[in-house]
């Protein structure tokens, strides 16, 4: 059974950083592409960042670009979102996704999500 489960949330102030961790269990990265998509309240879901099967590409939203870092660990099985400079507007819902070796627009798994919160 392919499962994501997210951690690494939490309340932080602008300017600070956190690193999202997305443990997954069922399958291998090296098959899977995993994104980052956050949902903040009263907004859509919006994609963050993703990284293809076997790391071979990455992709970030403008709005995180040379802030946030999107790396994997393979043999933790696990996907990270190193995020730096963090402001109010980065605030959301964090949820991870995956689907087969490449970045897209639609996923087939996910995680229940953890809540990031940048306020002082």
């Known amino acids: 059974q392919l499962q994501l489960v997210e951690s690494g949330g939490g309340l932080v102030q602008p300017g600070g950083s956190l690193r999202l961790a997305c443990a997954v269990s069922?399958?291998?990265?090296?098959?899977?592409?995993i994104a980052w998509f956050r949902q903040a309240p009263g907004k859509e879901r919006e994609g963050v960042s993703c990284i293809s099967g076997s790391s071979t590409y990455t992709w970030y939203a403008d709005s995180v670009k040379g802030r946030f870092t999107i790396s994997e660990d393979p043999a933790k099985n696990t996907v990270y979102l190193e995020m730096n400079s963090l402001k109010p507007e980065d605030t959301a819902v964090y949820y991870c996704a995956a689907r087969g070796f490449v970045c897209s627009i639609n996923y087939d798994y996910w995680g229940q999500g953890t809540q990031v919160t940048v306020s002082s």
């Open positions: 069922g399958f291998t990265l090296d098959n899977y592409a």
